[in-house]
């Protein structure tokens, strides 16, 4: 069964996590991704550890093995007069280009998106960037850490009594990708009526505060700033030590107090003062300690399956060893055979949703530095193999 | 100005946040998004009665049109209301369904099948019917009958694999943290709610070139991991298992989180090279640091930044979070204050990009005019945007039932002498808010302004 997007053509132009995430989301449903790399270095992924056996080689980044599944990779210097010629006439094959370059740190100016989306009216043209396109903050200098802090979410994770506290991998970038890949859809959707193209500016800080619905309302209605997680509290909701790790006990669902006491299974807590959620928070203290005292019995997988059974939410930390050794993902297929000619096979993570009517498949590796350069410039723009030497030697491609 | 899902109709069965949310994004984008509410109090959707907050923080007679994060999710809807536990009602449904494009659920898998409102089922009265089944652990596995909430399953699909506080022993030396930490906030929920939406709009171009629909079985578990896959790459190739390292980077130090002039201020700072670095320390005033052998290049730095940390906390503590920003901005140094819900909604750059769109509130909820956040994107081609606010409980009853399914005026009676439909919250009770000193107490709330409708003052900025 073909892709959902099989016979859409993307280029992606930029690097590093947010754009590389928005194309691969749209590789995943079958979209024909061309990846558009600077000749000599490539993608700045292909600098971010952690590497495969840890060694610091381009093919062996394992975010840019992970990113670029289900695309084919060229190299290309659009600052150069050849370079330009190609790039344009790549787009002309395009239906969508996703790219991530600074707002004003582009390249060359034909690379301008003003300049693109007059000279390529029915292209998409999705632009994801930290801050967007416009507003004061759109040239800030910004990793991953900033993004966190400015969209919001980061004052809100963490414990009250410590600092803010980031996740360590690229979220918002992650969160930027894929919302750039929803507005890209939607315009390939409306471009099925009206035939235009249409730009797209993505700003990963507005991504992510779009996840903020309790703490914006939170001052917006009563003038309240919503902090960090308290370090009181009963400890459900919390993540709270067991035998051989961490476990999130919940009150959630529609089950009884009765049913949440019997499984962590201290009798005190058969009480019923702490039967309902103003009792949970008056008598938190005391609830804690039992809490500590069942839940030191139990070890994570087999209290989550308990809990399961019973009709309870409870969660447990897990780690990339516990996920990638996971029984319930390994039956819903989760996991796919990759083969790539540098590092070799590996089970790579796949999609998040099956989707009735598509096959998921992973239909190549990550590509190594421009090894689609013959099939792309030569066999499909036409570019004889002297003209493809020449443009090797002077460092277009 | 047409919008991208002008005549699109969608059955949103959803409860709670992610795909309420989903739901949302959808009406902003043009469809004609049909919440299914239902005015029994045990079956409500429990953002309309456990979740706030409330103007002023008081529920007030109408408490389930008057929570803001109900309102955030379900904007833009329609509400008809439909008890299911009704044959009559449930015929209803599938009528409705029978002349719509797309379904929205996040009842259990258990649950849709007893209604027999599964995809099998739903696709013979709407052969192409785009339709997103969210769940925790999806349709299939050993799982698929767990129930789920987002804030325990966060853990569970790895992210605090990767974030957690530094271990500190005692003589104040860090190491690698053991402890697991959240994002929280629901992270999963959004997360499932981005990528529903793809789901349905890639589901949407196909059905437009073949004609067919498509059935999508969502597990938020599932999605968790897509969004954390390098790391789980990590333990495939070199079997590493967690990364904690609170706020610090493999390679850039320092990179942190600093304290800042008054109560939980905060800003991040984080120089990619070192040419930045260069600039950190000239913009401290301490051009001796540059020169310092303890952080000459970056695998020093990196070996010595608690010193580092200590340094540069020691400069940020007696500033304003969003002056350091400016000075290393002014650099080209990465930094940027740790926003909290007050500053976002004052922030000079979500104002100047209209981030906050605002919806006029019925009378009746004593809403008024408020602000919600928006979209992370917005298109050239379309006024994509909050179209109207979240709807009243069975508010549009009339207009379902009667123009788009065309019921006569007594098979309406009907349905509401049998109280399949109705508009008043039944069985219900006014939540009891609990107060904002009382809140701050618990530590809920950080703090909280009397004159908070007042406008904001922007910070001070270059």
Redesign the interface.
């Known amino acids: 069964m073909p892709g959902l997007l099989d016979g859409i053509r993307v280029l992606e132009l930029g690097g590093h996590v947010s754009a590389p995430f928005c194309a691969k989301q749209l590789a995943d449903y079958g979209a024909d991704v061309i990846k558009v790399e600077p000749p000599g270095w490539g993608d700045e992924a292909r600098r971010m550890g952690p590497f495969v056996g840890d060694d610091r080689h381009p093919d062996k980044s394992i975010p840019f093995l992970y990113l670029n599944t289900n695309k084919r990779g060229v190299t290309l210097d659009p600052a150069t007069v050849s370079g330009a010629r190609i790039l344009s006439e790549l787009l002309d094959t395009a239906d969508v280009l996703v790219e991530n370059y600074p707002p004003e740190g582009r390249p060359t100016p034909e690379l301008e998106v003003a300049r693109l989306a007059r000279e390529h009216p029915n292209l998409i043209i999705t632009s994801i960037t930290p801050f967007g396109q416009t507003g004061p903050y759109r040239n800030h200098a910004a990793t991953d850490i900033v993004a966190v802090a400015m969209s919001g979410l980061m004052y809100h994770s963490g414990d009250s009594d410590q600092e803010p506290l980031r996740n360590a991998l690229n979220q918002s970038f992650y969160v930027a990708g894929i919302n750039g890949a929803v507005a890209t859809t939607a315009a390939l959707f409306q471009r099925m009526y009206t035939g235009m193209g249409q730009t797209v500016d993505v700003s990963a800080v507005e991504c992510l505060a779009s996840h903020l619905v309790q703490a914006v309302p939170y001052y917006s209605y009563m003038g309240a700033i919503k902090g960090r997680r308290p370090v009181r509290g009963s400890g459900f909701e919390e993540l709270m030590p067991a035998r051989d790790g961490y476990v999130i006990p919940s009150v959630q669902g529609s089950q009884p107090w009765s049913t949440v006491a019997d499984l962590i299974g201290v009798p005190e807590l058969h009480d019923e003062r702490f039967a309902s959620g103003s009792g949970r928070i008056e008598f938190g203290e005391e609830i804690y300690e039992l809490l500590i005292q069942g839940l030191a019995e139990w070890d994570r997988k087999t209290l989550h399956q308990a809990s399961g059974e019973r009709r309870l939410v409870f969660g447990m930390a897990q780690d990339a060893g516990d996920l990638y050794q996971c029984p319930h993902l390994s039956e819903r297929e989760f996991y796919r055979t990759v083969e790539h000619p540098v590092v070799g096979e590996a089970q790579y993570p796949g999609m998040g949703p099956k989707l009735s009517g598509m096959e998921y498949e992973v239909r190549r590796p990550a590509p190594l530095l421009g090894q689609h350069n013959h099939e792309i410039f030569g066999d499909e723009l036409g570019r004889t193999d002297g003209e493809l030497s020449q443009l090797r030697a002077l460092g277009v491609i | 100005m ?1 919008l ?2 002008d005549g699109i109709r969608v059955v949103d069965l959803s409860r709670v ?1 992610a795909m309420p ?1 989903c739901g949302a ?1 959808l009406a902003d ?1 043009g469809a004609e998004v049909i919440k299914v509410d239902t005015h029994h109090n045990q079956f409500v959707d429990t953002t309309r009665t456990l ?7 008081e529920p007030g007679e109408l408490y389930w049109e008057r ?3 109900f ?3 379900n904007r833009g809807k329609l509400s008809v209301t439909l008890d299911l536990r009704s044959a009559e009602a449930l015929e209803v449904l599938r009528q409705l369904v029978s002349v719509s494009d797309i379904v929205l659920e996040n009842f259990t898998p258990r649950v849709m099948r007893r209604f027999g409102l599964d ?1 099998a089922n739903l696709k013979a009265v709407k052969p192409d019917l785009i339709m997103v089944s969210n769940t ?3 349709h ?4 698929t ?5 987002a ?15 530094l271990d500190v022993a005692s003589d104040g030396r860090t190491a690698p943290g053991t ?9 999963t929920d ?2 499932a709610s ?6 349905v ?6 059905r ?2 073949t004609g ?8 938020m ?3 968790g ?23 610090r ?4 130090a320092p ?5 800042c002039l008054g109560n ?1 201020q ?3 700072i ?1 120089p ?1 090279d070192d040419e ?1 670095w260069r600039a950190l320390c000239n913009v401290m005033a301490m051009p001796d640091l540059a020169a310092d052998p303890r952080f000459a290049d970056p695998a020093e730095r990196h070996r010595n930044q608690d010193d580092l940390d200590a340094i540069v906390s020691g400069w940020t503590s007696g500033r304003d979070k969003y002056q350091v920003m400016d000075a290393l ?1 002014n650099c ?14 004052s ?4 104002r ?2 209209g ?1 906050f769109e605002t919806a006029e509130h019925n009378t009746a909820t004593g809403l008024g005019r ?13 006024d ?1 945007r909050i179209q109207k606010p979240a709807p009243m409980l069975g508010e549009d009853n009339q207009h379902v039932l009667s123009s788009i399914l065309g019921l006569s005026e007594s098979e309406i009676d009907e349905l509401e002498a049998s109280d399949a439909v109705g508009q008043s919250l039944a069985g219900a009770q006014t939540p ?1 808010a ?1 107060p ?1 000193d009382r ?1 701050v107490e ?12 007042e406008p904001l003052p922007a910070p001070t ?1 270059d």
Request: charged letters at 15%.
């Open positions: 047409t991208p899902l946040f949310y994004y984008l979740n706030g907050p409330y103007p002023d923080n929570g803001g994060t309102q955030t999710l995809y925790g652990y999806g299939s596995g050993p799982w009958d767990f129930g789920a909430m804030t325990a399953l966060e853990p569970t699909h790895g992210t605090g694999a990767f974030m957690g506080y402890v697991p930490n959240k994002i929280a906030n629901s992270y959004f997360l981005w990528t529903a939406q793809l789901a709009m890639a589901s949407l171009i196909h437009a070139r067919r629909g498509m059935w999508i079985d969502l597990a578990y599932q999605v991991v897509s969004f954390i896959g390098e790391g789980v790459l990590d333990f495939a190739f070199n079997g590493r298992r967690v990364r904690r390292m609170g706020n980077h493999e390679t850039i990179h942190g989180c600093y304290p939980d905060w800003v991040v984080a990619r930045e901005q080209g140094v990465p930094s940027g204050p740790v926003l909290d819900g007050r500053d976002l909604l922030d000079p750059h979500f100047a990009r981030y408020q602000e919600y956040v928006s979209r992370g994107w917005r298109m050239s081609g379309n994509v009891s609990v904002l809140q618990l530590g809920w709330t950080v703090a909280y302004d009397q004159d908070y409708r900025t």
